[in-house]
C-alpha cells in the first residue's frame, strides 16, 4: 500500500489477555517506531527498528512489552497480561532511513487498545 | 527531561479567522523541529519540519516560525477552514545521540466553527 497500515484497528481484550498489534511499514523504509497515545496526550515513544534489528526499546514501559520486526518489514507489538493502563492508541510510523534524525516519519492510523 | 509544552490546551475559532498556536520546548540537543496536524481517529500527518537554522516555514495556510534562543515555535494557521479542525501537535527531535526518538507535545485541539 502507499501509507503505513496497522491492524486491527480496534481491539477490546480482557484484563490478563495477550494481544498483538500488526504495523506494514511503507516498503523500502529501514526504519520502524512505535508510539503509545493516550487520551488527550502526544504520542510516546516505545521502541525503535532499523530494519531488523532492535536499536532502541528504552519506551517500553514493562517487560509485559514486546516487539519484533524480525524479516525487517512487518512488526510486531506484542503485550502480555494485559492491564487497564495499557488502554490507548498505538501508533506504528516508518522512515526510509535512519541515519540521520531529518527523515521524516510517515504515521498509521493507531490501533486503539482497550483493555477492560 | 525533555519536554515539549504547548499551549492553548484547546482553541474554538470561527471559519474564516486566524489563530496562532504555541510551543516551548527544552529537548537538547536540539536537530529539527515539526507541526503535525492528528485528526480524530488517524495518525500525525507533518506539516512543516523546521531546523534550528530556519525561522520560518510555510505551508499553504499553515506558517510555523522557530526562535532557536528562546526554544520557542508557532504555527500560525490562516483563514481557517472547518477541515481545520484537529489536534496539533508539536514534535522536537534530538540531534543523532543514537536515539532517534520524537518528543511530542501534547497538542493543541483546535475546533473550528461555521
Known amino acids: 500500500g502507499a501509507g503505513v497500515s496497522q491492524s486491527p484497528r480496534y481491539k477490546v481484550a480482557k484484563r490478563g489477555q495477550d494481544v498483538a498489534l500488526r504495523c506494514d511499514p511503507i516498503?523500502?523504509?529501514?526504519?520502524l517506531f512505535w508510539y503509545q497515545q493516550a487520551l488527550g496526550q502526544g504520542p510516546e515513544f516505545l521502541t525503535y527498528f532499523q530494519n531488523e534489528a532492535q536499536l532502541d526499546k528504552s519506551g517500553l514501559p514493562s517487560d509485559r512489552f514486546f516487539a519484533e520486526r524480525p524479516e525487517g518489514s512487518v512488526s510486531t507489538l506484542k503485550i502480555q497480561r494485559t492491564q487497564q493502563e495499557d488502554s490507548a492508541v498505538y501508533l506504528c510510523a516508518s522512515s526510509l532511513s535512519g541515519q540521520t534524525s531529518y527523515n521524516e516519519q510517515f504515521f498509521g492510523p493507531g490501533t486503539r487498545l482497550t483493555v477492560l | 527531561k525533555n519536554q515539549v509544552e504547548q499551549s492553548p490546551q484547546s482553541l474554538i475559532i470561527l471559519e474564516g479567522k486566524n489563530c496562532t498556536l504555541q510551543?516551548?520546548?527544552?529537548?537538547?540537543?536540539?536537530?529539527?523541529l515539526r507541526w503535525y496536524k492528528q485528526d480524530t481517529g488517524r495518525g500525525p500527518v507533518s506539516l512543516t519540519i523546521?531546523?534550528?537554522?530556519?525561522n520560518t516555514k510555510s505551508n499553504g495556510r499553515y506558517t510555523a516560525t522557530l526562535d532557536a534562543d528562546t526554544k520557542q515555535s508557532s504555527l500560525h494557521i490562516t483563514a481557517s477552514q472547518l477541515s481545520d479542525s484537529a489536534s496539533y501537535i508539536c514534535?522536537?527531535?534530538?540531534?543523532?545521540?543514537?536515539?532517534?526518538?520524537?518528543?511530542f507535545g501534547s497538542g493543541t485541539r483546535l475546533q473550528v466553527q461555521p
Open positions: 510551543c516551548n520546548y527544552t529537548v537538547s540537543p536540539f536537530s529539527n
Open positions: 516498503s523500502g523504509h529501514v526504519s
Open positions: 523546521m531546523t534550528f537554522s530556519e
Open positions: 514534535v522536537v527531535i534530538m540531534r543523532d545521540t543514537g536515539r532517534r526518538a520524537l518528543t
